[in-house]
């Protein structure tokens, strides 16, 4: 069982900036990607950001590209998501999940944290 939990969400004006932690259990180290996710009232979960088992390879959504950026830290079984450039479209409950392999879709994401709120203010 992959247990995740997410961190650091907030209410923050445009322009500024969050990062949010997703702190998994230490035995997914390396063997789970782990992807971002957000979803928004009354929208479906998109995809935000992955990044792979090793943490050599990270994909964006082209709504975040540039502003966003996923990293992990191994001694710390922990994922990050800094934000910078926030706007108020990026308002909604971000969510991580791990999967072996990870991808785009929610429906790839056996696991998957309680979320965590992000607010940007106009």
């Known amino acids: 069982q992959v247990q995740l939990v997410e961190s650091g969400g907030g209410l923050v004006q445009t322009g500024g900036s969050l990062r949010l932690s997703c702190a998994h259990s230490?035995?997914?180290?390396?063997?789970?990607?782990v992807g971002w996710f957000r979803q928004a009232p009354g929208k479906e979960r998109e995809f935000v950001a992955l990044?792979?088992?090793?943490?050599?390879?990270?994909s964006y959504a082209d709504s975040v590209k540039g502003r966003f950026t996923i990293s992990r830290d191994y001694t710390k079984n922990t994922v990050y998501l800094q934000m910078s450039s926030l706007k108020p479209e990026d308002t909604a409950v971000y969510f991580c999940a791990a999967d072996r392999y990870g991808g785009s879709s929610p429906k790839q994401y056996d696991y998957w944290g309680q979320g965590t709120q992000v607010t940007v203010s106009s």
């Open positions: 230490a035995r997914t180290e390396r063997t789970f990607a």
């Open positions: 990044i792979t088992r090793s943490g050599d390879r990270t």
